[in-house]
């Protein structure tokens, strides 16, 4: 037994393996690379129990599957990218971006498995045929086998006569690979499937394999994306429909698809050509959606005989989309963090509810639930059904037409009396089964709400949030009583504000937005005066979320003094969080970068404006000293030539007295005479005519 288990190990050790797979930041190869990278080496060698095919399907639809470290024995995976910026891919041991062949071609000798998948980028045909022919050529150099797997598309199949005109629901599988016919958009897929089946004949340790893919869904979406997100948003009634619908769509799971690859890379079969679809057989009418009509007018029957026969797969849709419809929206709304945002708001009239409800719906993109607007949209929805219907419709839809048409009359027989009793209000039972209905609608449970205003009292939370369907084992929960999960807000605000305050912001409101609202003066203190009544009694909105463990988010509006309710705003969202969502469309990126270069463009003449006016400041204040500096420049030269004329009188009357009368008469003597010196002249009058002397 001892000598057994020592090869065992040996082949445990040695059977790690390098997988290459083009463009690892998109969808279909990301997912096949993830997948792969959680897979251990001959997992799918071994029968799968019951046990462990349900343990693999929670942990491959789990989030945390994609970020799982790499364990030791599973598949090391390397690829390309599509976009050089992308970030870094967890599962991936190595990623390449902007290659030369060359040092591609040293990256793919590197790898005991390269994967080609050309079902999402056509251009990755031609490197597709490149790489199959280089590795081809490099056969000699090959020091064991390499696995080379084209993942490819049904639509090389799209134009296949049926195997009997006389049956049509007779499926194509792999053995009917040569008769195939493609589609006239796909000639270079069907080109490069004979490229890389002719490279894998008859040479031992080069082995070829083409996988014919289904259209492909899960996870984050794939070519369903906006069939989801169209469906999401809710913005059109209905999805479109090309032709009649009545076409059969092969499809598979991305998951399932990984799945495969992993059995071919495993058990590395003798047949070279794949199906890969699920078991569904479901029409365009099935799965709809809105691009790559070459994909959705496709009419094929098909069967993955080898691969279900042969292969060890978990299968994650085996049954098809239409089956698994309710995981594959699950697991491709947590793929994308699409999650509803379900915010209830209460407080005193004129707090600020709706103001700032209107701004939380814009930056989550929201649904702003009003109790006015709920009320009049299900009393025009009871009066539309009531109304006559023209057409002819089948015996059972007009049975169950006027089943619905007299519970609606009843309903609206119910309102109207419930308002002629109530002075024109309507009952809370009313209320609430509509504001319930609107909150089950699928746009609040698909985006989320905001609950303006209502429910006011402990009673209508509890029967507005109740579950309908009690259970004993949710009652058995200590006090807490059972709820709807589906409808329960994730986050509460209490707003609130001193009394004299939100008077005072009423009466500081422009009459003609005050006229016809609840903002008169006596309707406004009688609102207000209800609120505190019901602020005080025993059992409390705050004391019902409390009791569900849903802790409110107090913000006391009189002390932010903020007329525009920005701080709280800015609160909540910080409480709240980033949205989540798919973010924003074309047009509101577009308005918002307008919005942006506006600001910017203000900031810049702002900026500019004080500039101009800070040198204009800095230039007055510079004249202003210079100025200043010549006026004190001419007072100091007006001082010197006083003090030297002062200084000067002296020295002039000495001159005056003593010198100038000889001097005068010295030069008038000089030029009498004319001498030939007269400097010497001079010299010789003054010496003997000195008065001093004589």
Same mark, same amino acid.
């Given at each position: 037994?001892?000598?057994?288990?020592?090869?065992?190990?040996?082949?445990?050790?040695?059977?790690?393996?390098?997988?290459?797979?083009?463009?690892?930041?998109?969808?279909?190869?990301?997912?096949?690379?993830?997948?792969?990278?959680?897979?251990?080496?001959?997992?799918?060698?071994?029968?799968?129990?019951?046990?462990?095919?349900?343990?693999?399907?929670?942990?491959?639809?789990?989030?945390?599957?994609?970020?799982?470290?790499?364990?030791?024995?599973?598949?090391?995976?390397?690829?390309?990218?599509?976009?050089?910026?992308?970030?870094?891919?967890?599962?991936?041991?190595?990623?390449?971006?902007?290659?030369?062949?060359?040092?591609?071609?040293?990256?793919?000798?590197?790898?005991?498995?390269?994967?080609?998948?050309?079902?999402?980028?056509?251009?990755?045909?031609?490197?597709?045929?490149?790489?199959?022919?280089?590795?081809?050529?490099?056969?000699?150099?090959?020091?064991?086998?390499?696995?080379?797997?084209?993942?490819?598309?049904?639509?090389?199949?799209?134009?296949?006569?049926?195997?009997?005109?006389?049956?049509?629901?007779?499926?194509?599988?792999?053995?009917?690979?040569?008769?195939?016919?493609?589609?006239?958009?796909?000639?270079?897929?069907?080109?490069?499937?004979?490229?890389?089946?002719?490279?894998?004949?008859?040479?031992?340790?080069?082995?070829?394999?083409?996988?014919?893919?289904?259209?492909?869904?899960?996870?984050?979406?794939?070519?369903?994306?906006?069939?989801?997100?169209?469906?999401?948003?809710?913005?059109?009634?209905?999805?479109?429909?090309?032709?009649?619908?009545?076409?059969?769509?092969?499809?598979?799971?991305?998951?399932?698809?990984?799945?495969?690859?992993?059995?071919?890379?495993?058990?590395?079969?003798?047949?070279?050509?794949?199906?890969?679809?699920?078991?569904?057989?479901?029409?365009?009418?099935?799965?709809?959606?809105?691009?790559?009509?070459?994909?959705?007018?496709?009419?094929?029957?098909?069967?993955?005989?080898?691969?279900?026969?042969?292969?060890?797969?978990?299968?994650?849709?085996?049954?098809?989309?239409? %089956?698994?419809?309710?995981?594959?929206?699950?697991?491709?709304?947590?793929?994308?963090?699409?999650?509803?945002?379900?915010?209830?708001?209460?407080?005193?009239?004129?707090?600020?509810?709706?103001?700032?409800?209107?701004?939380?719906?814009?930056?989550?993109?929201?649904?702003?639930?009003?109790?006015?607007?709920?009320?009049?949209?299900?009393?025009?929805?009871?009066?539309?059904?009531?109304?006559?219907?023209?057409?002819?419709?089948?015996?059972?839809?007009?049975?169950?037409? %006027?089943?619905?048409?007299?519970?609606?009359?009843?309903?609206?027989?119910?309102?109207?009396?419930?308002?002629?009793?109530?002075?024109?209000?309507?009952?809370?039972?009313?209320?609430?089964?509509?504001?319930?209905?609107?909150?089950?609608?699928?746009?609040?449970?698909?985006?989320?709400?905001?609950?303006?205003?209502?429910?006011?009292?402990?009673?209508?939370?509890?029967?507005?949030?109740?579950?309908?369907?009690?259970?004993?084992? %949710?009652?058995?929960?200590?006090?807490?009583?059972?709820?709807?999960?589906?409808?329960?807000?994730?986050?509460?605000?209490?707003?609130?504000?001193?009394?004299?305050?939100?008077?005072?912001?009423?009466?500081?409101?422009?009459?003609?937005?005050?006229?016809?609202?609840?903002?008169?003066?006596?309707?406004?203190?009688?609102?207000?005066?209800?609120?505190?009544?019901?602020?005080?009694?025993?059992?409390?909105?705050?004391?019902?979320?409390?009791?569900?463990?849903?802790?409110?988010?107090?913000?006391?509006?009189?002390?932010?003094?903020?007329?525009?309710?920005?701080?709280?705003?800015?609160?909540?969202?910080?409480?709240?969080?980033?949205?989540?969502?798919?973010?924003?469309?074309?047009?509101?990126?577009?308005?918002?970068?307008?919005?942006?270069?506006?600001?910017?463009?203000?900031?810049?003449?702002?900026?500019?404006?004080?500039?101009?006016?800070?040198?204009?400041?800095?230039?007055?204040?510079?004249?202003?000293?210079?100025?200043?500096?010549?006026?004190?420049?001419?007072?100091?030269?007006?001082?010197?030539?006083?003090?030297?004329?002062?200084?000067?009188?002296?020295?002039?009357?000495?001159?005056?007295?003593?010198?100038?009368?000889?001097?005068?008469?010295?030069?008038?003597?000089?030029?009498?005479?004319?001498?030939?010196?007269?400097?010497?002249?001079?010299?010789?009058?003054?010496?003997?005519?000195?008065?001093?002397?004589?």
């Amino acid at each position: 037994m001892a000598e057994e288990e020592v090869p065992a190990s040996v082949e445990k050790v040695v059977r790690i393996q390098r997988v290459f797979i083009n463009l690892l930041d998109t969808y279909s190869s990301g997912n096949i690379g993830k997948f792969l990278s959680n897979c251990v080496v001959g997992a799918s060698l071994e029968e799968i129990t019951d046990e462990e095919e349900e343990e693999d399907e929670n942990k491959s639809a789990s989030p945390e599957a994609a970020s799982a470290k790499l364990k030791e024995g599973t598949f090391q995976i390397v690829g390309t990218l599509a976009k050089s910026e992308s970030t870094r891919l967890e599962f991936a041991v190595e990623t390449y971006s902007a290659l030369s062949r060359e040092e591609l071609l040293m990256r793919l000798m590197e790898c005991d498995v390269v994967i080609y998948n050309i079902t999402e980028c056509p251009q990755q045909v031609e490197e597709a045929t490149w790489a199959v022919s280089a590795l081809n050529e490099e056969i000699s150099h090959l020091e064991k086998r390499k696995v080379f797997i084209l993942i490819s598309t049904v639509m090389t199949w799209a134009r296949s006569k049926p195997l009997d005109p006389d049956d049509s629901e007779i499926p194509f599988t792999e053995e009917d690979y040569r008769r195939r016919k493609h589609h006239p958009n796909f000639l270079d897929h069907i080109n490069a499937e004979k490229m890389v089946l002719k490279f894998g004949k008859n040479v031992r340790k080069f082995e070829t394999y083409i996988v014919a893919a289904g259209l492909q869904y899960g996870m984050e979406g794939g070519l369903l994306h906006t069939f989801f997100k169209t469906a999401w948003l809710g913005e059109v009634p209905a999805l479109s429909v090309f032709g009649d619908g009545s076409n059969i769509i092969p499809a598979i799971h991305v998951l399932d698809l990984a799945g495969v690859i992993q059995n071919v890379i495993d058990h590395v079969p003798k047949v070279h050509y794949l199906v890969a679809v699920d078991e569904s057989v479901q029409t365009l009418e099935d799965v709809v959606k809105q691009e790559c009509l070459d994909h959705l007018l496709v009419n094929l029957r098909m069967e993955a005989l080898f691969v279900k026969e042969n292969f060890n797969i978990r299968w994650v849709a085996q049954t098809g989309f239409v %089956e698994n419809i309710n995981n594959i929206l699950k697991e491709y709304k947590q793929s994308r963090g699409l999650l509803p945002i379900k915010i209830c708001i209460f407080g005193p009239p004129a707090v600020g509810k709706s103001s700032i409800a209107v701004e939380l719906c814009k930056y989550y993109k929201l649904h702003h639930i009003k109790l006015k607007d709920v009320i009049s949209e299900a009393i025009a929805k009871l009066e539309a059904i009531v109304a006559p219907q023209e057409g002819g419709e089948e015996e059972g839809e007009e049975e169950e037409e %006027e089943e619905n048409v007299e519970d609606a009359q009843e309903l609206l027989d119910g309102i109207k009396e419930s308002m002629e009793q109530n002075a024109g209000r309507l009952e809370d039972q009313y209320i609430i089964r509509f504001v319930k209905e609107k909150l089950k609608s699928m746009p609040c449970r698909n985006q989320g709400y905001i609950l303006d205003g209502f429910p006011k009292t402990y009673d209508q939370a509890k029967d507005l949030f109740n579950q309908e369907d009690e259970e004993e084992e %949710e009652e058995i929960r200590g006090k807490m009583f059972p709820f709807d999960k589906l409808i329960i807000p994730e986050f509460v605000c209490a707003l609130d504000a001193p009394d004299e305050f939100l008077k005072e912001r009423v009466m500081n409101l422009p009459e003609s937005l005050v006229a016809g609202t609840h903002y008169t003066q006596d309707r406004f203190l009688r609102a207000l005066s209800n609120y505190r009544d019901i602020s005080t009694d025993d059992e409390t909105l705050l004391n019902y979320f409390d009791e569900l463990e849903i802790h409110p988010i107090h913000i006391d509006v009189g002390k932010l003094e903020d007329a525009q309710n920005r701080l709280a705003i800015k609160q909540l969202i910080k409480e709240i969080g980033e949205p989540r969502n798919y973010g924003l469309t074309d047009e509101e990126k577009a308005e918002e970068e307008r919005r942006a270069a506006e600001r910017r463009l203000a900031r810049e003449a702002a900026e500019e404006a004080e500039r101009e006016h800070n040198e204009a400041v800095e230039m007055a204040e510079k004249i202003a000293r210079w100025e200043e500096w010549n006026k004190q420049l001419e007072e100091v030269k007006r001082e010197e030539r006083e003090l030297l004329e002062a200084q000067s009188i002296p020295l002039r009357n000495y001159l005056m007295t003593y010198v100038m009368p000889t001097l005068m008469q010295g030069v008038n003597e000089c030029c009498k005479v004319r001498p030939e010196d007269p400097v010497d002249f001079l010299a010789e009058y003054l010496f003997k005519h000195n008065p001093e002397t004589q």
